[in-house]
């Protein structure tokens, strides 16, 4: 049984910093892509950004040149290094292995 669990969510002002972890255990992280979506009130849960085994990474446009994803396969935890935060970036944020496992998400609000 896979679980994935993530913390680092938090209040925020606009132009700062978050990093966010997801832990895995139960699986082989080592040999899955995995990834990060949000999704905010009211919205469908969408991509944030992904990053394959072998460190190949792709993010969405709204994100790109300000968020980044790296993974360290010891410790079986993806990250997701959030730079620039904007209002719009306020979400759930979602990690996954893309394999139908999910975390239960962590919260992340961007004030103005």
């Known amino acids: 049984q896979v679980q994935l669990v993530e913390s680092g969510g938090g209040l925020v002002q606009a132009g700062g910093s978050l990093r966010l972890s997801c832990g895995a255990s139960g699986g082989t992280f080592s040999a899955y892509t995995m990834g990060w979506f949000r999704q905010a009130p009211g919205k469908e849960r969408e991509f944030v950004a992904a990053?394959?085994?072998?460190?190949?990474?792709n993010y969405a446009d709204s994100v790109k040149g300000r968020f980044t994803i790296s993974r360290d396969n010891a410790k079986n935890t993806v990250y997701l290094q959030m730079n620039s935060l904007k209002p719009e970036d306020t979400a759930r944020y979602y990690c996954?292995?893309?394999?139908?496992?999910w975390g239960q998400g962590t919260q992340v609000t961007v004030s103005s």
């Open positions: 990053i394959t085994r072998i460190g190949i990474t």
């Open positions: 996954t292995d893309f394999r139908g496992n």
